[in-house]
């Protein structure tokens, strides 16, 4: 799957986020390992968002609200 990634680099190196997934982000010293990193943040944050309804039962839900 193809996702969007937001990259801003600084004096310390590189800050990533995943633009669909919230709270998906990662860092690291070169462009290449925070580009790496956040492909892993990615693959944890799916398989972690599967466990979900396991973990606490039928209680979970999505919503979208508007402010």
């Known amino acids: 799957m193809n996702y969007s990634i937001t ?16 709270g998906c982000c990662t ?12 492909r ?3 693959r944890e944050y799916l398989a972690a968002r599967e466990e979900l309804p ?3 039962g039928t209680n979970v839900s999505h919503e979208v609200v508007t402010v």
Request: hydrophobic share 45%.
């Open 7 to 22: 990259l801003v680099e600084s004096e310390e190196g590189f800050a990533v986020w995943c633009d669909e997934l919230p």
């Open 27 to 38: 860092q690291g010293a070169t462009r290449a390992e925070a580009l790496e990193n956040i």
């Open 40 to 42: 892993e943040a990615i």
């Open 54 to 56: 396991g973990r606490f």
